[in-house]
């Protein structure tokens, strides 16, 4: 008896030992945070586009375009010296290095984001259930990085001009997620021809009706595709996708509804938003800093509504912007139905469609002045109608993130637009088809970029 | 001697023939049977004394007693003299002859001080004297000179090789022999209490319960804890009861005293030269942008007071002048002196009982400290332990340990550097009180008068009061700690042990922090969200009422090891050997959560949206309320093989060998590069055991050396490619993932390589003592930031295994008796390091010189080959522009100011003046034991030279927009001719980020930081030594202490303590006085 007892602690030690050996593989493979997770499922890939980085938009081109001005003081207290450089068009220091959230990286993370959904899509199974599922992250993911490319285009690109397009220098395509890939920069040509594949391919895969308006839609797609038409100077297809888009949804925002008293009288998410992209002001454009001309004040009728609602007469008579698409302060640089409008009204006016032109221009003004006051428009000449179209352009679309690029492609089309800015005793002058118009590349990406 | 063979070997010395003729006589042995038994005991207590040397005089005869005390020993002579020894013990001699068959011997423990050194790995327990690696032992008398509530700080005064590391970590990092990896988080040593690592919070443990500490320093000593022991491992031994001990009860009883601490160490810039600036600033039409801003930012007083003079009458700009020039009387420093600051009074009580039976020994202790901090901060912590070893039979060993913590905390009034603007920046004439003594508000987020304007009733009081904010917030914490231990050691044939040890550790800490109705954070917040309604009245979207925020969390820790270990010693053999394995996991989840709109009389709270934003009343942005809910729940598992063994021959040749394999969850989710191997060897030699060896000066030479490996890991180091949920879509309402780890396929541990070659040596009869180590080692698969094209989209940087690094140094620890009569005695302790860290691979695709220079005052990692891991780089400096007052610096040669470029890519790497490392080169401290009689006196010194710091000055940028002055704005350029005497540039507005970056990176703000400190001094009398006997004591100690007593040299001419310098807000820790009795009975 007693001997049983004193072999106890050894029987009891082997038993414990084999026990506990057999049970190790489980142990070393638990997750070391629960929260840590390795994409699995489509829920995984639609949680990553969900994301509110996907959704956010470059502050580059607003910046350096001409809707706004900074007094003196204003540009002084600028801490960055990049913003300051910004401002006055410099050629080179423009963006933060990269540790810093510059328009660079607000580009690209969503494109290796998209780059990642892509690749994983592979490697999960489709089925009768999933199908539809499975297609619309597809065509998400392919119109997020769509729009990305459009928007580095805008920035880092001259304008598209078909005849030098195939020897001016595009943007970096990065088309897999793989972070080792150098990155080469593509031709103009190659850049539109990748976002006009992406865009199509997304068409039939995406829902007419997304679940919200952060998600890219068919709408959104046939947007993107006018957009990208007409920033190529390609009327006829931003015309014929204008229209797609506007066939699906043409609701314009009736602002007789709006209450022009409040901080931002136009709501975020309404009924004009196809897709959302967006981002808030920065240091440059917050209303303390950026004031508007009282050109672009005064070129708002008393009785359009736009004058009240998008502008604030502040206490020392300076006008800030309060237009925003956000319902606070911010810049909507997604798709919308105004842009469209205004778009469809340009291509026909361009293919001297006077009275059609005039027309659409007509049923979205009806909407921003006071009920009742407005006076139909009319051109006489293909011409007129065309100056007419884009004066309202210029109008509406401010703070919207077009205006740069609007610049930049009516000066293909001798628009002949240069810009002055004025500081201290110092002007500063961007000429019309001045190559400073395709923004330097962040400094420390130069020894990257081939 | 057996004549037969005499004549083969007359060719042979007599050492070598002695050797032949014991091997052939062992033979003949086993058939003449002629041999002896004997046990070996303590006088005092007839434990066994294990690991004795029995040595037959006159022979080469040598064999050492076993874990029972007992040997055997073959004797041929029919008379000898044994000679039997051990460290700790007087050494006795005695006469055998041929027909003795058993010896029973007594030893007598030594009264010199030379005591058994037994060094604790955490998996066994080794005689120095027969260990190859590199050890550090801190015996109880030793540790118990400082006086303090935690361990760790005790450390630096009187360990060897060890050193705080305070200028690169502002909290104090414990570093050994220097740096091995390139992550400051994983950087720290291992720390072991008994057997285990410790996960919960060092704090918990009572230094009073602390025997001994050992630090283990080279890959022989440390290797056996594989992958976590590349930073060396701090093994703490808690005091255990023994068998047939009569009870002994230790009392321990001490009070602290701090001083208030000397804000004038703070370098801030005098109230009137800052409103000399903001009058500057304001007829040049600075704040303009922020009098007009939607963000109603709150301005100081004086451009209020500027505001208002505008518009004023005579007689009113009369006044202005006067309240400002009133202002210029006041300094923030005396407010926070006068408000916040306090003597701090900390009380330590321990109670200790030991004893044991022959079947049972056991320890039970009681601790208790009460601690009132400079800021009249508590903490108060609790501690039980009950530590029990029982025997049921010879062969069985069972032994269990409970120890309970708890302790709480309940935070303080605000810190000099903790008021204002995001808790931070003030202007230097802030009052907290008026003349009459009520509370002063200030505005620190919005301006006042904006604020009452607002709606009907104006909002909730927007100001903050420092003097009574601090009462109406309520944060503290609470902590419990419960430590199980369990063993069983069962020895089922001799020599042979099973061990069986578990640990279960449980620690809940729960924060709580209430901020009331009245407090500042509640009324802000409020104030933020409320709305103006159409009717003009305020509609509050966070309720009314104050903030709770609680957060729990909960670790638990299981260990378990099975070990066998085996002892076995043969003629003048020794061999030992442990092989184990184990399990460790480690689980700490955590939850947290806000109530708004609560109120602690009865419970209630308020509801809040948190799914939209609002449009915030104090800007342009909406904003979502902040929940500031989350969950989270991580684990660490590790599981581990290892094998130890060590071989001594004639106590004079050691040899041992580690090695361990290491596998954990921690590279997660994919089971490759899970497992790594690490390993060591070592060799020692006592020369002074050679019979040639007859220096009389020497009683004691080892040689050691030992080469290994070992590893280091990062928890958060993830292969795969993982997404983290991180809430919900506001839009589609679903939930949103971010991707937090890329996929990188190189990833694995870290590993360092390191060779030890030591000396120990005893000289002159004790009289000096000591060793001396030299050290080399190779780090490899650091991991490293990477610099990235962010085209990529995953940043600009990315951590992978990408550096190498080395290191070699040199740890001497010496002890000298200087004077050591009867009634007189001065002991003196020595320990110096010296060691150096260099890069050796690391690719910097970015040689931007700014990337270089940390422009605050904790330096940063650099990874520049050839140089150390922190590395101080300054741009080179021009001097002030004559003319102008502006900094310069070197373009291409060229004297510049062209800051961007300065700051930018106009300074690479090579451009940049290279000073020296951030962390000192040679460390150590120097300790003194005066005794007489009854009284002692200790004190320490600590030194660390060789390294260099970046002093802070005026910043112009952080001036303006942040309230952030700084004294040297006295001794700026103003006129020509000053840039002879300054280098401190002019006031110029407007100024630039880069201007700023540039100066405070130049060589003119980087000091030496080479310093001595008077660590701490103890002055102790002993009544039991004069009245042994008289009196119910064994020992009663009354004792003085005094720490913290501040530098005695510096290299830096500007009064700086380079160990207490970040920021401009950093406050010298003020010296304690501590008066306390220990008692034995």
Redesign the interface.
Known sequence: MKKTV??F??I??TA??SF??TS?EK?????????????TNL??L???L????MNSSPLAPEISADNYYLTD??W??L???TDKNMYIWAEN?VFQ???ELND??RI??????A??VLEHLLNIERSQSNNLKWQDIKGQALTFRATCFLDAAQIWCAAYDASTAETELGI?L?LQ???????NRATLQETYNQIIDDLKESIPLLPVNP?????PSKPAAYGLLSRTYLWMRDYSNALRYADSCLMVTDELLDYNDLIPST??PIPR?NPEVIFERWT??GQVL????AKIPLSIYLSFDEEDLRREIFFQK???DQITFKGSYL???GIVSGIVTDEIYLTKAECLARDSNINEAIQVLNTFLEKRWLKGSFTQVAATSSNEALAIILEERRKQLLFRGHRWMDIKRLNKEDANISLVRTLKDEIYTLPANSPRFALPLP???L???K | MHPNYLNNLVFITMKSLWFILIFYASIIHVQAQNAIWGKVVRDSDNQPVIGATVRVLNSDILVSTNENGEFRLVFLSPKGELEISNIGYETMQLSVFGNTKALHVRLKESTTQMEEIVISTGYEALPRERSTGAFDHIDNETFNKQVSTDILSRLEAVSNSLTVDRGTNSNGRISIRGINTLRSDMMGPLIVIDNFPYDGAIENINPNDVENITILKDAAAASIWGARAANGVIVITTKKGSFNQPINVDFNSNIRVGKVPDLSYVQQMSSSDFIDVEQTLFSSNYYNSQINSANRSALSPVVELLIKRQEATPTEIEEIDQLINQLRMYDIRDEFSRHMYRGSVDQQYSLGLRGGSDRLAWTASAGLDNNTGNLDERFQRYNIRLNNTYKPFDKLILSSNIQYTHSKSINGRPAYGEIGRNNQYIYPYARFTDDDGNPQGLSIDVRESWAKSIGNSGVLDWMYYPSEDYKNVDRGAKLDDILLNLGVNYNPLPGLHLDLKYLFERQSNIVRGYFNDQSYVARNMINRFSQVGEDGNIVHIVPYGGILDRSNSVLQANNLRLQSNFYKSWAAHHFTAIAGWELRRSNTSSNWSRLYGYNNENLTFGHVDFTRTYPILNGVVSQFIDDNTGISDNTTNFLSYFANASYTFKEKYSISASGRRDASNLFGLRTNDQWNPFWSLGASWNLSEESFFTNRFVSYLKLRATYGSSGNINPSMVAATTIQYVGTNMFTQSPIAYINNFYDSGLRWEQTNMANFGLDFRLLNQRVSGSIDVFLKKSTDLFGTAVLDYTGGIGATKIKNVADMKGRGVDVGLKTQNIRRTEFSWFTNLNLSMVKDEVVEYHLSNLNGSNFISTSSLARISGVKGKPVYAIYSYRWAGLDPSTGEPRGYLNEEVSTNYSQLTGAGSQLKDLVYHGPANPTVYGSLGNSLAYKSLSLDFAFVYKFGHYFRRQSINYQQLFTNWVGHSDFENRWQHAGDEIITDVPAFVYPTAANKNNFYAGSEVLVERADHIRLQYLNLSYDFGKANRGKLPFDNLALFVNASNLGIVWRANKRGIDPDHYFGTNRTAPPAIYAFGVRANL
């Open positions: 004193k072999k602690p050894l009891a030690i414990v030992t506990l050996i190790c142990y070393l493979n638990e997750p070391s945070n629960k929260s840590l997770a390795i994409i829920e995984d639609q949680a990553l969900d994301h509110t980085m003081d204003g002084e207290s801490e960055l010296e220091n290095p990269g540790i660079w990286t690209y993370q969503p494109v290796y984001y780059n990642t970096p990065r997620s793989d972070f080792n890939i150098p990155s679940v919200a308006k952060n998600r901080a931002f998410h808030d002001l917050t209303s303390s800093r502040e206490s020392d319902g606070f302060a400094d420390d990406l020894g990257y970029l």
